[in-house]
C-alpha cells in the first residue's frame, strides 16, 4: 500500500501524485490521509481517513533555527500513528510526501519493500548531520513484521506532534537502537529525487522546488494532461 497524507493546501499536489500512480498501476492499493478536510477523488482503489483538529498556522516555532507552525509540525509528524494504524491490514506501507511524482514504473522499489523491513535513504553528506547521517523520511517503507511494530511502537513513544523535525529525529534514534534487529535496504537517490535527474524514477518537490522549477512544474502538467486524456 502508498500513503499519502496531506491537509488541503497540499491537496493539488497529492493529486498529481496519485494519477501519477493510477498512469503506471491502476490496481495499485492507495491511502489518502486527509487533515481538516473531506474529499473523495472518486478514483478507483483508494481508503481514505481523517483528521479535524485546530491547527494554528500563523504562530512562528524555532528548531535549530527552522522557523515552523504548528500546523507544519503535526502534518509532518503524523505520518506514524498513520503508518501504524495501516500495518497490521497490508504487506508493507509505501510513504510518498504529497509532493513527490513517480515518472517511471517503481516494480523494483515496490519488491524492495517487500523483501525488508526498513526501506529509506540514509545520508551522510554532512559533516553538521546529528548523530552523523539523517534518515530522509520523503520516501520510505516499512515492512508488516513483529520487529517493526516494535520500531514504530517505539517511535510513537517518543515523537512530539507538534516539534518540528521529531519525526526524522525520532526516526533516527529508533534506527539506531534497532539497526541490529531489522532487514534494512538504503533507498537509491533516484527514488528521492530533488535535483531532477531525467533517470530517476521519482522526483520529489523539495523546498521552494515544488514552486519554482520548471522541470518539476512541466512534470505536474504533463501528467494532469496524460491522466485526463486517457481517462476521458
Given at each position: 500500500?502508498?500513503?499519502?497524507?496531506?491537509?488541503?493546501?497540499?491537496?493539488?499536489?497529492?493529486?498529481?501524485?496519485i494519477k501519477s500512480i493510477r498512469?503506471?498501476?491502476?490496481?495499485?492499493?492507495?491511502?489518502?490521509?486527509q487533515i481538516n478536510f473531506k474529499l473523495d477523488l472518486k478514483i478507483d482503489n483508494i481508503e481514505y481517513s481523517y483528521n479535524n483538529l485546530e491547527l494554528d498556522n500563523n504562530k512562528k516555532?524555532?528548531?535549530?533555527?527552522?522557523?515552523?507552525?504548528?500546523?507544519?509540525?503535526?502534518?509532518?509528524?503524523?505520518r506514524f500513528q498513520?503508518?501504524?494504524?495501516?500495518?497490521?491490514?497490508?504487506?508493507?506501507?509505501?510513504?510518498?510526501?504529497?509532493?513527490?511524482?513517480?515518472r517511471k514504473p517503481i516494480d523494483s522499489l515496490l519488491q524492495l519493500c517487500q523483501n525488508y523491513d526498513l526501506v529509506i535513504n540514509k545520508c551522510t553528506k554532512k559533516s553538521y548531520y546529528r548523530k552523523g547521517f539523517r534518515l530522509r523520511t520523503g520516501v520510505f517503507s516499512i515492512r508488516n513484521t513483529p520487529i517493526m511494530k516494535k520500531f514504530l511502537n517505539n517511535i510513537l513513544q517518543n515523537i512530539k506532534l507538534e516539534q518540528w523535525f521529531?519525526?526524522?529525529?525520532?526516526i533516527q534514534d529508533t534506527f539506531i537502537e534497532y539497526v541490529d534487529d531489522i532487514s534494512f535496504k538504503i533507498l537509491e537517490q533516484k527514488?528521492?529525487?530533488?535535483?531532477?535527474?531525467?533517470?530517476?524514477?521519482?522526483?520529489v518537490g523539495k523546498g521552494d522546488n515544488k514552486y519554482k522549477n520548471l522541470q518539476y512544474k512541466q512534470l505536474e502538467n504533463y501528467i494532469n494532461t496524460l491522466y485526463e486524456n486517457i481517462i476521458n
Open positions: 500500500m502508498i500513503l499519502i497524507v496531506s491537509d488541503q493546501d497540499y491537496y493539488d499536489k497529492s493529486l498529481i501524485l498512469l503506471l498501476y491502476p490496481d495499485l492499493k492507495i491511502h489518502y490521509h516555532f524555532k528548531y535549530n533555527n527552522i522557523q515552523y507552525t504548528q500546523k507544519q509540525a503535526y502534518c509532518a509528524n503524523i498513520i503508518i501504524n494504524n495501516l500495518i497490521s491490514e497490508n504487506q508493507y506501507i509505501l510513504y510518498l510526501d504529497a509532493d513527490s511524482i513517480i521529531s519525526d526524522q529525529d525520532t527514488y528521492i529525487d530533488w535535483n531532477y535527474n531525467q533517470e530517476s524514477e521519482i522526483w
